[in-house]
């Protein structure tokens, strides 16, 4: 009676979400590399051109924060990701290779491929990002890598997470695939991380389970950032970090940015992984000083007089 009651009040309504969630993936059409149009927004009319990507399960409205000083001077490409935001989710491996075709597409239609463009992002998008000024160096002009995920390899990545809450940890395990099919149990307001705010938190429920899998095992885990760095070691990048971010630990990214010849280091000294969500403007000033700046960098900026 009592495993006939806990099917009842639990298997059955973990399986039924699992395979619906399942269900409607099946019914989303293959990839189409030549017509599928990530969503995304132009924010801002300045001369100085900045496109910004997104983390893992995050949109192009993690960056609407403080956007007035940045917009004056900047013009903003915002993308959703392909799988996740309001892009489509199509049925495909999700690969690197997989968004930078996706991104070429929009970067071509607006003109942000002029080589006076600078790419950054946040997080995974920060990889995807060293990934496109790698593979069109002629379109940028510079690369801003914010809370850049290094890991030597997945046992790294484990043990880093190891130290994170229950939901973290089942979230980025060899279950985590199953977990995305039923995210829609746990991703309640009582599991939401106190460092994201509402807006974020309710955008990261739009991904699904091929799109966070596969975007963890294949971009952030399987991406040799050590090879894409040497291969344009002397290009103008800067690195964002939060010196308390237990995600992507500073001193992975620091040690990745010593392969750079044209480096400038800001540390957000009491900033986390999603630092960003409350120092926006340390951001924004740490960019504007770094578009403006044609000299050659070498040196590290803290926020902690800000």
């Not at 927004?41 to 995050?58: A, D, F, N, P, Q």
């Not at 429920?205 to 963890?216: A, D, F, R």
């Not at 970090?241 to 957000?268: C, Q, W």
Request: proline content about 3%; some cysteine.
């Amino acid at each position: 009676m009592t495993l006939l009651l806990i099917s009842i009040l639990f298997i059955f309504p973990v399986v039924a979400i699992a395979g619906y969630q399942h269900y409607k993936i099946v019914k989303h059409p293959d990839y189409d590399a030549n017509k599928t149009l990530l969503n995304y927004e132009i924010v801002g009319s300045g001369r100085s051109k900045l496109v910004l990507l997104h983390g893992l399960t995050g949109s192009l409205n993690y960056w609407k924060r403080n956007l007035e000083s940045i917009s004056n001077t900047h013009t903003l490409l915002l993308i959703d990701l392909l799988g996740f935001g309001d892009s489509p989710k199509p049925q495909n491996d999700y690969s690197l290779s997989v968004q930078l075709k996706a991104l070429e597409l929009v970067l071509q239609k607006e003109g942000f491929n002029d080589g006076r463009t600078i790419i950054g992002g946040h997080s995974m998008g920060a990889i995807i990002s060293m990934a496109l000024l790698e593979k069109h160096s002629n379109w940028f002009k510079a690369g801003i890598f914010i809370g850049i995920p290094v890991y030597k390899d997945a046992d790294e990545f484990k043990k880093v997470m190891s130290s994170h809450s229950f939901v973290d940890r089942i979230s980025t395990s060899k279950f985590s695939k199953y977990i995305c099919m039923i995210h829609p149990i746990f991703m309640s307001r009582a599991f939401k991380p106190d460092n994201l705010t509402d807006d974020v938190y309710e955008d990261a429920k739009k991904h699904h389970w091929q799109s966070y899998y596969y975007s963890l095992t294949r971009v952030i885990l399987k991406t040799d950032l050590y090879r894409i760095a040497r291969k344009i070691r002397d290009r103008k990048v800067l690195f964002i970090h939060g010196a308390k971010d237990t995600t992507a630990p500073l001193k992975n990214a620091i040690d990745l940015s010593r392969v750079f010849t044209n480096v400038k280091t800001a540390i957000s000294t009491e900033g986390d992984h999603q630092f960003f969500l409350k120092e926006a403007e340390f951001v924004w000033d740490t960019i504007q000083d770094f578009s403006v700046s044609d000299k050659k960098l070498q040196k590290t900026i803290s926020n902690e007089h800000k």
